[in-house]
């Protein structure tokens, strides 16, 4: 067995009492986690990112620092949890138990997101494992009043596993307790399109959940001023130029089941996010712990597109159709912004039917 991350006496005592969640196919449906789908977790960059993400709306706080060594983890990254909360939701579905201790093989990881399954990958995929294990998270998300003195990686500790010869045979993982019960949680995972993985882009992907966790399949879809949209992403570039980047993901369309569109209020620059189709809703079974399943398969990060911008083409000429009402449905923090001038009568399209 080779160490790839040598964990301390504390956490070996972690994997020694639990019990492994042994991966067994890589056929789950990929589900994201609610949380990680709205705030500034991940670094949208591929260069690597030590500038800390220092967020705050309302009464939810985050803290994302990253180590110089490997920098912080992006969003590319963020596919070994999604495809983590994939598994432990199938396998509960299917009456099995669930662990926060992950034993899986690359192969079962790459292959269940549509990646290659090569040397180069796997070596990408070891280093998407340390930056998901050295990125330290703060936030008040679930924690509740004593959260400063509380904190997390992604990834607990991970070992792969070879045999004399060098073959890499498997690896393993420990979640954290935060995430995994944030997957456990039925009305905290929804279930996203397949296609998400194939996006390219740092803020691509980051708008895509965005979208799946706001717009959903509401007939109205969202609409967010893109300066709150900026600082719920995280990004490090002006907001000159990721409006910029927004404008040209509009005229591209490459949200798989979305379209997007740029509205204007007076001065006001606004991206507003409609379903194109119906899509699967919020995971309907309850989850237990520790245990065995059929599994998916993730990918790495570091593939060899810029950071804050948006890659691909897909142009939808869907016709275009103004909604009268800022859509006001979801909680408090994601349309703040908005929330407050419809109170002063020049709210984003009007005041909104429904408060949140």
Same mark, same amino acid.
């Not at 070996?12 to 056929?27: C, I, K, M």
């Given at each position: 067995?080779?160490?790839?991350?040598?964990?301390?006496?504390?956490?070996?005592?972690? &994997?020694?009492?639990?019990?492994?969640?042994?991966?067994?196919?890589?056929?789950?449906? %990929?589900?994201?986690?609610?949380?990680?789908?709205?705030?500034?977790?991940?670094?949208?960059?591929?260069?690597?990112?030590?500038? %800390?993400?220092?967020?705050?709306?309302?009464?939810?706080?985050? $803290? +994302?620092?990253?180590?110089?060594?490997?920098?912080?983890?992006?969003?590319?990254?963020?596919?070994?949890?999604? =495809?983590?909360?994939?598994?432990?939701?199938?396998?509960?579905?299917?009456?099995?138990?669930?662990?926060?201790?992950?034993?899986?093989?690359?192969? @079962?990881?790459?292959?269940?997101?549509?990646?290659?399954?090569?040397?180069?990958?796997?070596?990408?995929?070891?280093?998407?494992?340390?930056?998901?294990?050295?990125? +330290?998270?703060?936030?008040?998300?679930?924690?509740?009043?004593?959260?400063?003195?509380?904190?997390?990686? =992604?990834?607990?500790?991970?070992?792969?596993?070879?045999?004399?010869?060098?073959?890499? /045979?498997?690896?393993?993982?420990?979640?954290?307790?935060?995430?995994?019960?944030?997957? +456990?949680?039925?009305?905290?995972?929804?279930?996203?399109? %397949?296609?998400?993985?194939?996006?390219?882009?740092?803020? /691509?992907?980051?708008?895509?959940?965005?979208?799946?966790?706001?717009? !959903?399949?509401?007939?109205? !879809?969202?609409?967010?001023?893109?300066?709150?949209?900026?600082?719920?992403?995280?990004?490090?570039?002006?907001?000159?130029?990721?409006?910029?980047?927004?404008?040209?993901?509009?005229? &591209? $369309?490459?949200?798989? !089941?979305?379209?997007?569109?740029?509205?204007?209020?007076?001065?006001? /620059?606004?991206?507003?996010?409609?379903?194109?189709? $119906?899509?699967?809703?919020? +995971?309907?079974?309850?989850?237990?712990?520790?245990?065995?399943?059929?599994?998916?398969?993730?990918?790495?990060? !570091?593939?060899?597109?810029?950071?804050? $911008?948006?890659?691909?083409? @897909?142009?939808?000429?869907?016709?275009?159709?103004?909604?009268?009402?800022?859509?006001?449905?979801?909680?408090?923090?994601?349309?703040?912004?908005?929330?407050?001038?419809?109170?002063?009568?020049?709210?984003?399209?009007?005041?909104? &039917?429904?408060? %949140?």
């Amino acid at each position: 067995m080779s160490g790839a991350s040598r964990p301390d006496s504390k956490h070996r005592s972690e &994997r020694q009492r639990l019990d492994p969640f042994v991966v067994a196919t890589g056929d789950a449906s %990929p589900r994201d986690q609610r949380d990680l789908m709205e705030r500034p977790f991940f670094s949208l960059s591929k260069t690597p990112r030590t500038k %800390p993400i220092l967020y705050k709306a309302a009464d939810v706080e985050v $803290q +994302v620092l990253g180590m110089p060594e490997h920098g912080m983890a992006t969003i590319w990254d963020a596919d070994v949890l999604i =495809w983590a909360a994939s598994e432990i939701v199938a396998a509960e579905n299917h009456g099995l138990r669930t662990s926060r201790f992950f034993r899986f093989t690359p192969y @079962q990881l790459l292959r269940g997101v549509g990646r290659p399954t090569g040397n180069q990958q796997y070596l990408l995929l070891k280093a998407s494992l340390a930056r998901l294990q050295s990125t +330290v998270i703060a936030t008040t998300i679930r924690n509740g009043v004593q959260w400063r003195r509380r904190q997390f990686s =992604w990834i607990n500790e991970w070992e792969e596993m070879t045999t004399r010869e060098g073959r890499v /045979e498997g690896m393993e993982f420990v979640l954290p307790e935060w995430f995994y019960n944030g997957v +456990v949680d039925r009305s905290l995972v929804l279930t996203i399109d %397949p296609d998400y993985f194939r996006l390219t882009g740092g803020i /691509e992907r980051w708008l895509y959940r965005v979208a799946r966790k706001h717009a !959903g399949h509401q007939q109205h !879809g969202w609409l967010f001023e893109i300066g709150h949209l900026h600082a719920k992403s995280g990004s490090l570039a002006r907001i000159s130029d990721f409006a910029l980047d927004l404008r040209r993901i509009a005229l &591209r $369309q490459p949200l798989p !089941g979305y379209r997007l569109s740029i509205e204007r209020e007076g001065r006001r /620059e606004l991206l507003r996010i409609r379903p194109v189709q $119906q899509f699967t809703v919020p +995971v309907d079974e309850p989850v237990n712990r520790i245990g065995r399943s059929g599994a998916k398969g993730i990918g790495t990060s !570091g593939a060899g597109l810029s950071a804050d $911008q948006a890659h691909g083409s @897909q142009l939808s000429l869907w016709s275009e159709t103004r909604n009268p009402a800022a859509n006001l449905e979801s909680n408090r923090e994601s349309n703040s912004s908005l929330l407050a001038r419809a109170k002063r009568g020049r709210g984003a399209g009007a005041a909104g &039917r429904r408060t %949140p």
